[in-house]
């Protein structure tokens, strides 16, 4: 089945520097990647997403690149804020004719100090 | 998008007891998704419920430790059985109502068990 990678597991910027989150993933048949952001005692949020027919999706201060052929995707937080302080989760999901599962990868605790 | 209502919020239970979690989603939908996420973790799926159907479990989780119903399209329950202190950890439904779209979760079940 599908495995999720992800890297770094913890992760400490200064306000105003940029962070990068790295996943990979097993199963070439991946289509639906998304990034979740949980805060302490809270359940997860969506923050961005992106299918197997994009390669970029950008919103805000945050955006996701994906590469297909390599089996990885990456989240990209710039002008970082303490409010972005949180754990980070990407998935990757084989969608057909319905969402199927999310596979989680480990996560990212990220700091921002001010 | 789609509302989850997901019950108890925490509990308290003695080893070898069952606890039934509840999840309500205020629209119709395929399938919902159970999720454990123990203390600082990820989060790693249990099983799959699909309505009119046996759930599908995911590796190292069996029926007759997390028995799940799905009675209808809007409803299911997770069961944890025969606790252990080693079943304490947070319990999540998730749904995903379409294709390619986000995972809505439930607002959690901490579960302690003492």
């Known amino acids: 089945g599908e495995n999720v990678e992800q890297h770094p597991s913890t992760l400490s910027v200064q306000e105003g520097d940029s962070a990068v989150i790295k996943c990979t993933y097993s199963?070439?048949?991946?289509?639906?990647f998304p990034w979740y952001k949980q805060e302490l005692g809270k359940r997860p949020q969506l923050i961005i997403d992106?299918?197997?027919?994009?390669g970029e999706k950008k919103d805000q201060r945050i955006a996701v690149t994906l590469n297909k052929t390599a089996k990885h995707f990456s989240l990209h937080i710039t002008e970082t804020q303490p409010e972005d302080s949180a754990v980070y989760f990407c998935?990757?999901?084989?969608?057909?004719?319905?969402?199927?599962?999310?596979?989680f990868g480990q996560g990212t605790e990220l700091s921002v100090k001010p | 998008s789609a509302v989850i209502s997901q019950k108890p919020s925490r509990d308290i239970c003695q080893r070898g007891t069952s606890l039934t979690i509840q999840c309500q989603v205020d629209?119709?939908?395929?399938?919902m998704f159970w999720y454990r996420q123990q203390p600082g973790q990820s989060l790693t799926l249990i099983a799959t419920?699909?309505?009119?159907?046996?759930?599908?479990?995911e590796s190292g989780f069996v029926i007759d430790k997390f028995p799940i119903s799905r009675p209808n399209l809007t409803f299911s329950t997770l069961t944890v059985s025969n606790m252990s202190p080693e079943d304490s950890s947070i319990y999540l439904c998730?749904?995903?109502?379409?294709?390619?779209?986000?995972?809505?979760f439930g607002q959690g079940t901490r579960l302690t068990v003492v």
């Open positions: 998935a990757a999901s084989k969608d057909r004719n319905q969402g199927g599962k999310l596979i």
């Open positions: 199963d070439s048949a991946s289509n639906y």
């Open positions: 992106i299918r197997s027919n994009v």
């Open positions: 629209s119709q939908v395929t399938m």
């Open positions: 419920a699909n309505q009119g159907s046996e759930a599908t479990y």
């Open positions: 998730t749904s995903r109502p379409q294709l390619n779209t986000e995972a809505f």
